[in-house]
């Protein structure tokens, strides 16, 4: 099973040992299942889970201009963060297209950090860090000496009490707040963020500290329901929650307004940014596309891949995501169509490898905490 | 370990046939089940009175993650498909070599010897991953 050009997370061996089903994704060797999907699932939307996205990239920027050299980068607004604060955001390139969809968390005036996708590291790492090194702020990779711990759920605030008056603190933390703290005995920093449309913090910390966390809130979390939770729930719940994932929903070929990420541009911000022009082109012509929200009416399972076609059969658009929703109870999916066949209750057909499956556009996202 | 019934000869696809009553019950393995992960959907592409040809598709299995196809073991004449797993899909993670059976064929029950026994399908198995 083992293979050798797999990277491994400092939680590799907790995995192994929680009988976690490992799978390669993005270059790491991570686990997929522990318990199964839909059990997991429900853990977190009714409870909590406990989520090892160590593969995830870290980028530390410190200096005077390094929250500008990030501004001039991302689409959203860096220069109206303060500090403790972090924001969701797209990363365009000169076409307006996306490179990246990325965190970016001001942990000081000074001191800033951004964290991108896995699979595009290798493409961010000196995107980022030539753009630093021109305006004299320091970069540095921190990616292979910190893990990233998502806990998340209902309970998961619960949880991070037990670790005694600084967990208890990060209830006080308002949604994309973050704390530098301690949890555990491990010095770490918490944000209040998340990808599966729950509650929850998000906790960054040393390597060397990581299994002693992972235990520590395992442990904690156990009288609260809380179960590790792998990638398969971790996409089943946030596509429910309509978060995109990028390489399946964004990419280089889509841009930010035909996304519905429209809410991240911010093309009136003092800093100019990469694909700031194209944007505005693209925002002044129209889109034709919009990623939409569906529900299979007929018996079948969307799949990225499958063509959606219009009433008389003519492929029109691509799913980008779809499973089941185990919290919604249907069958759902994400996928580009003509604008025209954007509205909600607008009836497609998708085709699941051959088998013509009507659907129906709805509103998303297809889950919204109470 | 994963369950090989010894009543049944298996496919290198990770099904199961069964010579019972005078039809063959065809099926997917505990390996397969634990594969996949929590069913959600099967979807049986042929009726009552089609004939398959061996190694042929006749349906798909899907979970949350990710769907497999179907392949007839042995070729036939579908004598009854099983409705049951069009609303209860799970019964195939709860039942995989009993309730969850996915079609009967009426053929040639001697084709079924030529089929994996179950001790080389456990060798299979044990060569893959």
């Known amino acids: 099973m083992a293979d050798e050009t797999l990277a491994e997370t400092p939680l590799h061996a907790e995995h192994v040992a929680l009988g976690g089903r ?198 904690a979390g156990e009288a609260h329901g809380l179960e590790p939770a792998g990638l398969a729930a971790r996409d089943t719940l946030r596509l429910e929650a309509r978060l995109s994932l990028y390489g399946n929903d964004i990419d280089e070929t889509t841009n930010p307004i035909e996304a519905g990420l429209g809410w991240t541009v911010k093309l009136k911000k003092p800093t100019p940014f990469l694909g700031q022009e194209a944007i505005r082109a693209i925002k002044a012509e129209g889109v034709s596309r919009k990623l939409v929200g569906f529900e299979m009416v007929g018996r079948g399972i969307a799949r990225q891949g499958y063509p959606i076609l219009d009433g008389d059969g003519n492929e029109v658009g691509v799913c980008t995501s779809g499973s089941p929703g185990p919290t919604v109870g249907k069958n759902i999916g994400l996928g580009y169509v003509p604008v025209a066949m954007a509205e909600v209750g607008t009836r497609i057909t998708v085709d699941c490898r051959g088998r013509k499956v009507d659907a129906e556009v709805v509103k998303t996202p297809f889950y919204k905490r109470a | 370990m994963t369950d090989i019934k010894d009543d049944r000869r298996y496919t290198k696809d990770h099904e199961w046939a069964q010579a019972k009553d005078g039809e063959i019950l065809i099926g997917i393995t505990a390996y397969a089940v634990e594969q996949l992960g929590d069913i959600t959907l099967v979807n049986i592409d042929v009726s009552a009175g089609d004939t398959v040809e061996a190694g042929k598709g006749f349906g798909t299995v899907e979970s949350v993650k990710t769907l497999a196809d179907l392949f007839a073991p042995i070729g036939g004449k579908i004598t009854r498909i099983n409705d049951k797993l069009e609303d209860e899909p799970e019964l195939v993670n709860d039942d995989c070599y009993g309730d969850a059976w996915m079609v009967a064929i009426e053929g040639d029950e001697a084709a079924i010897a030529d089929l994996l026994d179950p001790s080389d399908y456990e060798k299979f198995l044990s060569e893959q991953d």
Not at chain 1, 26 to 46: C, D, F, I, N
Not at chain 1, 104 to 121: H, K, Q, T
Not at chain 1, 181 to 205: N, Q
Request: aromatic share 8%; proline share 3%; charged share 20%.
């Open chain 1, 22 to 219: 490992m799978v390669p994704f993005a270059g790491y060797e991570m686990p997929v299942q522990y318990s199964g999907v839909k059990q997991e699932h429900l853990a977190v939307r009714t409870a909590a889970g406990l989520f090892d996205v160590s593969h995830m990239g870290e980028m530390e920027l410190t200096g005077a201009a390094a929250g500008e050299v990030i501004d001039a980068l991302i689409t959203n607004n860096a220069g109206k963060l303060v500090d403790g604060q972090a924001v969701y955001t797209c990363a365009c390139n000169q076409k307006g297209t996306i490179l990246d969809d990325l965190i970016v968390y001001r942990l000081a005036a000074e001191r800033w950090l951004v964290v991108c996708n896995a699979s595009n590291r290798d493409k961010m790492v000196p995107h980022f860090r030539t753009a630093a090194e021109k305006a004299g702020v320091a970069f540095d990779d921190a990616s292979d000496r910190t893990a990233l711990i998502a806990l998340q759920g209902p309970k998961a605030l619960a949880v991070a009490a037990e670790s005694g008056d600084d967990g208890k603190a990060l209830s006080d933390l308002g949604p994309f707040r973050l704390a530098e703290t301690t949890l555990f005995g491990v010095k770490v920093i918490a944000a209040r963020t998340g990808y599966t449309g729950e509650d929850g913090v998000e906790i960054f910390c040393a390597n060397d500290d990581a299994v002693a966390l992972w235990r520590a809130i395992l442990k």
